[in-house]
């Protein structure tokens, strides 16, 4: 009985080793490229600014770069943060994804794993006053392979330009591409003026909080939203 016990234990201990050889080592793969392709990514950007400071001699219009940590920084564009984040995590794409119905994916589902930068965009005064309640959004993510293979999910032209898989490897030229669209896209994307309704009543705790941002919160897309104090 303990003879087939420890056939049973080996056989187990041998299929973690495989699995730690083949997942493990996989997932360590990717998030190497993905942490490469990131920095590459923040190093375009930095330099697309640069290009853009040649240009402009407005002095009122912000055009920085800000590092928060290996894993994340934010660009200053105008009236205009775009947050840069890539995960610490690696994902594999859901079975229904239709990216499984590719001959790309189908020829090795190792390429079906990702490092994922993701794009937000925020109000730059919303993180210079320190408006903690402020509202942004995700205007789009990158997902990276180990083969330097990407796609962009996203909105406005980060939602079509970058689609192909199996084409679209991760160049200098792709990414300037990219920072370009999203740029623009959050340079294009204005706060919008709230319905007349929403700003009819409001009370006494909340005017006197308006300055401290303590019972508002202010996004691009949604306007000014007044948080009912019963929700505290």
Do not use: C
Not at 24 to 39: I, R
Not at 47 to 67: T, V
Not at 140 to 151: H, L, Q, S, Y
């Amino acid at each position: 009985m303990g003879k087939k016990s420890d056939n049973s234990h080996s056989l187990n201990s041998q299929q973690i080793v495989n699995l730690l050889l083949d997942k493990a080592s996989l997932k360590q793969d990717v998030y190497a490229y993905s942490l490469k392709a990131f920095n590459e990514f923040k190093e375009l950007v930095r330099n697309e600014l640069d290009l853009l400071r040649n240009k402009i001699d407005d002095n009122r219009i912000r055009l920085s770069l800000s590092e928060r940590g290996q894993n994340e920084f934010h660009t200053y564009v105008g009236s205009d943060v775009l947050v840069y984040q890539v995960h610490t995590n690696i994902f594999r794409l859901p079975e229904e994804h239709p990216l499984w119905q590719t001959d790309y994916l189908k020829e090795n589902p190792s390429r079906g794993f990702f490092g994922i930068i993701h794009i937000y965009n925020f109000l730059a005064e919303s993180f210079l006053q320190n408006r903690l309640s402020d509202l942004g959004h995700l205007i789009g993510r990158i997902f990276v392979n180990m083969e330097g293979k990407f796609f962009v999910e996203g909105s406005g032209q980060l939602g079509f330009l970058f689609k192909d898989l199996a084409e679209g490897e991760w160049s200098e030229d792709a990414i300037r591409h990219i920072i370009q669209v999203s740029f623009a896209y959050a340079i294009s994307s204005d706060l919008y003026v709230p319905p007349y309704e929403m700003m009819q009543e409001l009370n006494v705790e909340q005017v006197q909080t308006i300055g401290h941002n303590e019972r508002s919160a202010i996004g691009k897309r949604l306007g000014f939203l007044y948080k009912n104090i019963q929700e505290d």
